[in-house]
């Protein structure tokens, strides 16, 4: 809230140069469904920290061709679906054509498959062959615009929302995504024309129920009986489709520590916004606001380190620092840095919750706007 999220930018594409990237920037679904916006046609590779074989896409669907698929690996997932005794016997005889080729064709004419039934096992193959891609926050990517296989080695092109939706709704990573979203005061508002809408699960349409009007994440969390996790799943969803106004922070990597002029600079934005929050409440309340400004920082203050524990409103309710908290950040580390800005949150979140309780929740939206008009 103080230092603000980094909004993800919005990718240009260049149909004659490859697209680069990191994805502790663009997470994978947010840059497939860049592709799929953009109907781009060409690889997209991961040379570093993902060990995963290139996808192809084509005018911006996903594309699954034999050269693809790995007979083994194949060939035992099929056996554990239809209960095969011997997996290798499914690739038998695949020497003399395509490696896969001749295995699709067993399926079907040796063990009895129907066509359906294998095609289908080849998108589950597929979903399942994503999933990792899903999960991880490290590693790099480059999107080339290149030629796609040859038309009759493509066994499945699936359009590409279709493919993010289900691997989204897979994720067992989800400790990481509440990190997209740092700021817990973002007010969240639906789009008024979303592109690319998917056909939604029921919990995702009663998300979007909750953000008939718009809330903060906070809020959200508040009143979602989705739980925190799967509220944070469906808000990754949205905001990877552009359903929502919230972007996803650029980065989710550990901050680099900030010059003593950039601490500074986002100490003095606390106490200016919390110097708007008193001024607000006082004007709707009077002078009994301090009061409750001061309450709301000191049951705060007790869940924050000991570097927090000289913090005070004075009289005339500006905000000070004592010798703890100054001596603290004389020369803090990276960690204590950020622990500091951790704390300034809290105390912040915590001022505008006292505001909110006091008020009323449309009060709150009012304040947040205010708050995040700021100048930075």
């Given at each position: 809230?103080?230092?603000?999220?980094?909004?993800?930018?919005?990718?240009k594409?260049?149909n004659?140069?490859?697209?680069?990237?990191?994805?502790?920037?663009?997470?994978?679904?947010?840059?497939c469904?860049?592709?799929?916006?953009?109907?781009?046609?060409?690889?997209?590779?991961?040379?570093k920290?993902?060990n995963?074989?290139?996808?192809?896409?084509?005018?911006?669907d996903?594309?699954?061709?034999?050269d693809?698929l790995?007979?083994?690996?194949f060939?035992?997932?099929?056996a554990?679906?239809?209960?095969i005794?011997?997996?290798?016997?499914?690739?038998?005889?695949?020497e003399?054509?395509?490696?896969?080729s001749?295995?699709i064709?067993?399926l079907?004419?040796?063990?009895?498959?129907?066509?359906?039934?294998?095609?289908?096992?080849?998108q589950?193959?597929?979903?399942l062959?994503?999933q990792p891609?899903?999960?991880s926050?490290?590693?790099?990517?480059?999107?080339?615009p290149?030629?796609?296989?040859a038309?009759?080695?493509?066994?499945?092109?699936?359009?590409?929302?279709?493919v993010?939706?289900?691997g989204i709704?897979a994720m067992?990573?989800?400790d990481?995504?509440s990190?997209y979203?740092?700021?817990?005061m973002?007010?969240?508002?639906?789009?008024?024309?979303?592109?690319?809408?998917?056909r939604?699960?029921e919990?995702?349409?009663?998300?979007?129920?909750?953000?008939?009007?718009?809330?903060t994440?906070?809020?959200?969390?508040?009143?979602?009986?989705?739980?925190?996790?799967?509220?944070?799943?469906?808000?990754?969803?949205?905001s990877?489709?552009?359903?929502?106004?919230?972007?996803?922070?650029?980065?989710?990597?550990?901050?680099a520590?900030?010059?003593?002029?950039?601490?500074?600079?986002i100490i003095?934005?606390?106490?200016?916004k919390?110097?708007?929050?008193?001024?607000?409440?006082?004007?709707?309340?009077?002078?009994?606001?301090?009061?409750i400004?001061?309450?709301?920082?000191?049951?705060c203050?007790?869940?924050?380190?000991?570097?927090?524990s000289d913090l005070?409103?004075?009289?005339?309710g500006?905000?000070t620092?004592?010798?703890?908290?100054?001596?603290?950040?004389?020369?803090?580390?990276?960690?204590?840095?950020?622990?500091?800005?951790?704390?300034?949150?809290?105390?912040?979140?915590?001022?505008?919750?006292a505001?909110k309780?006091?008020?009323?929740?449309?009060?709150?939206?009012?304040?947040?706007?205010?708050?995040?008009?700021?100048?930075?």
């Amino acid at each position: 809230m103080i230092a603000g999220a980094d909004k993800l930018s919005n990718m240009k594409f260049n149909n004659n140069l490859p697209l680069e990237g990191v994805f502790n920037q663009t997470p994978f679904p947010a840059l497939c469904l860049e592709i799929w916006r953009a109907q781009l046609t060409g690889e997209l590779s991961f040379p570093k920290n993902i060990n995963h074989p290139s996808l192809f896409f084509k005018e911006g669907d996903l594309l699954l061709s034999i050269d693809q698929l790995e007979p083994e690996e194949f060939s035992h997932f099929i056996a554990t679906k239809e209960n095969i005794i011997n997996p290798p016997e499914i690739a038998a005889g695949g020497e003399t054509q395509s490696k896969s080729s001749p295995l699709i064709k067993n399926l079907i004419e040796k063990f009895s498959l129907s066509p359906q039934k294998v095609w289908q096992h080849l998108q589950d193959y597929f979903f399942l062959s994503l999933q990792p891609l899903f999960d991880s926050p490290e590693g790099s990517y480059c999107f080339l615009p290149s030629s796609t296989p040859a038309s009759e080695n493509i066994l499945l092109r699936l359009p590409t929302p279709e493919v993010i939706q289900a691997g989204i709704l897979a994720m067992k990573n989800l400790d990481l995504l509440s990190r997209y979203y740092p700021d817990k005061m973002a007010i969240i508002r639906i789009k008024k024309s979303p592109a690319g809408l998917p056909r939604l699960t029921e919990p995702a349409k009663y998300l979007l129920s909750l953000l008939a009007k718009p809330v903060t994440i906070n809020h959200l969390l508040q009143i979602s009986q989705l739980g925190e996790k799967e509220t944070y799943r469906l808000l990754f969803l949205l905001s990877c489709f552009k359903i929502i106004n919230l972007a996803l922070s650029k980065s989710i990597n550990q901050p680099a520590p900030a010059s003593p002029q950039q601490l500074a600079q986002i100490i003095g934005e606390f106490i200016e916004k919390s110097s708007i929050i008193l001024k607000y409440l006082s004007k709707e309340i009077g002078p009994v606001a301090i009061n409750i400004i001061r309450k709301s920082i000191s049951e705060c203050k007790a869940m924050l380190p000991p570097l927090f524990s000289d913090l005070e409103i004075a009289e005339n309710g500006q905000i000070t620092f004592g010798r703890v908290f100054k001596a603290g950040i004389a020369y803090a580390s990276p960690e204590l840095q950020e622990k500091v800005i951790e704390g300034l949150n809290e105390l912040l979140l915590n001022q505008i919750i006292a505001v909110k309780r006091t008020l009323g929740d449309d009060h709150e939206m009012r304040l947040v706007d205010t708050l995040q008009s700021c100048p930075k």
